[in-house]
């Protein structure tokens, strides 16, 4: 492989050249939150301990709270039914499994090695 060929190749793929929507982790879900899902942002929140992200940007009220969970037979969280999020992770709060988040890379783990409440 020629110089110019890795070159090329390293210029496209990195973090500087890709000008993409942004991943924005918002936290705990919050009444009066305005949460972003457009060309720029798209908010990932945890609500009951289920990674979600927005699909569809709108201000937080109780009346709209991601709460129409769907379990498979043993109860576990394996989607959602709402006009705003989509379900992406379920069991992200305490040691396994869990979600790690490190220079704003995250990372889905076995043992996140961080104390129950401060992880996401």
Same mark, same amino acid.
């Given at each position: 492989?020629?110089?110019?060929?890795?070159?090329?190749?390293?210029?496209?793929?990195?973090?500087?050249?890709?000008?993409?929507?942004?991943?924005?982790?918002?936290?705990?879900?919050?009444?009066?939150?305005?949460?972003?899902?457009?060309?720029?942002?798209? &908010? @990932? #929140?945890?609500?009951?301990?289920?990674?979600?992200?927005?699909?569809? *940007? /709108?201000?937080?009220?109780?009346?709209?709270?991601?709460? &129409? @969970? #769907?379990?498979?037979?043993?109860?576990?969280?394996?989607?959602?039914? *709402? /006009?705003?999020?989509?379900?992406?992770?379920?069991?992200?709060?305490? #040691?396994?499994?869990?979600?790690?988040?490190?220079?704003?890379?995250?990372?889905?783990?076995?043992?996140?090695?961080?104390?129950?409440?401060?992880?996401?």
């Amino acid at each position: 492989m020629s110089n110019s060929t890795y070159s090329g190749f390293a210029t496209k793929h990195s973090r500087d050249f890709y000008k993409g929507t942004s991943f924005h982790y918002s936290g705990e879900w919050l009444v009066g939150t305005h949460y972003l899902c457009d060309e720029y942002t798209v &908010d @990932f #929140i945890v609500y009951n301990n289920v990674l979600l992200r927005c699909k569809k *940007s /709108h201000l937080a009220y109780a009346s709209n709270k991601p709460t &129409d @969970f #769907i379990t498979d037979s043993r109860g576990n969280v394996i989607g959602l039914s *709402s /006009h705003y999020w989509d379900f992406v992770l379920a069991g992200v709060a305490g #040691i396994t499994p869990g979600v790690k988040i490190v220079d704003n890379y995250w990372y889905i783990c076995n043992d996140t090695g961080v104390p129950v409440d401060q992880q996401v």
